[in-house]
């Protein structure tokens, strides 16, 4: 049996080889990168002593990722979701300046082409669930408001299912809209309630071997741009959510969190209706980064 330092000089001759491989790499961020890895993946198999059957076990497991992936779902995002990957990318790329709104999770079920709805507008598209109005203001961090500023915004239904689950080609629970010369904007949308990331592929077999739940905080997604500022990608979740101390994907951050106000059926709403079903309103204010901060 070889001694321990023999052995650990054999296995870092190894990783030295594979690191001199790419020493010419002509672009300098691809070098780092390309290094990095290396060096992670190979402390890592040193690190845990990775069986042979296991890493056989793990490039099967990505395997069935890329097997299930289609254009409606992305079970690599989902794995790098739940493994915290995704919010640490997040951390490390989200600016600075502490009076900008927290960003989270993109989350995988973002889709192009949402209808374009007006100030008020309704982002439900049909989306069963209880009605909710949600409104505030963009600024930026000067607290100058922000005219124009496009906003995204999507969820899942009461049922738990984005429109692009169902499969049927509907599109509902997804709206694009602009802000006011006051940078204020509304909607209206369907309350958020929580529901199980897709779990019954590899992702959920992980989930299950961790003893984890799929279950995500209720929330309602946001992707905001305007010209100069950073881009924001965000969620809001409603307060007293039990799943906000074990979101599935990491993705709850306290000062996301917001009150949905609850009214009985036939008070008015303030855009002048008067639902014949109780709603909610939540109120929530997005600052934005300058570009260069981030």
């Not at 990775?50 to 890493?55: F, G, I, K, Q, S």
């Not at 010369?181 to 990331?197: M, N, S």
Request: glycine share 8%; charged share 25%; proline share 6%.
């Amino acid at each position: 049996m070889s001694a321990p330092h023999e052995r650990d000089t054999r296995e870092q001759a190894v990783t030295d080889k594979v690191l001199a491989s790419f020493a010419d790499t002509p672009d300098a961020r691809h070098r780092e990168l390309f290094t990095a890895l290396v060096r992670h993946a190979h402390a890592f198999v040193r690190e845990t002593r990775l069986t042979e059957a296991e890493w056989e076990a793990a490039v099967g497991f990505l395997t069935r990722c890329g097997h299930i992936t289609d254009d409606r779902r992305q079970e690599f995002i989902l794995l790098s979701d739940v493994l915290g990957l995704s919010m640490q990318t997040i951390t490390v790329n989200e600016p600075d300046d502490p009076r900008a709104t927290e960003q989270t999770v993109f989350g995988p079920f973002f889709a192009e082409g949402a209808p374009e709805i007006e100030l008020g507008g309704d982002a439900a598209q049909g989306a069963p669930g209880q009605p909710c109005w949600v409104s505030g203001t963009v600024r930026d961090v000067a607290g100058t408001p922000v005219a124009g500023a496009v906003l995204d915004v999507w969820e899942a239904d009461e049922e738990g299912l984005y429109d692009v689950q169902h499969g049927d080609g509907r599109v509902s629970g997804r709206a694009r809209l602009r802000t006011d010369d006051a940078g204020r904007y509304a909607f209206w949308c369907v309350t958020p309630t929580p529901y199980p990331i897709p779990h019954d592929g590899p992702v959920g077999d992980l989930l299950t071997a961790a003893a984890r739940g799929p279950m995500r905080a209720s929330h309602l997604h946001f992707m905001v741009t305007a010209p100069g500022l950073h881009r924001l990608v965000t969620h809001i979740f409603v307060r007293g959510d039990t799943y906000q101390d074990s979101d599935a994907v990491f993705g709850v951050k306290e000062s996301l969190v917001v009150d949905f106000t609850e009214h009985s059926a036939g008070t008015a709403a303030p855009d002048g209706r008067t639902p014949d079903v109780a709603w909610t309103s939540a109120d929530f204010d997005i600052v934005l980064a300058p570009e260069e901060t981030a």
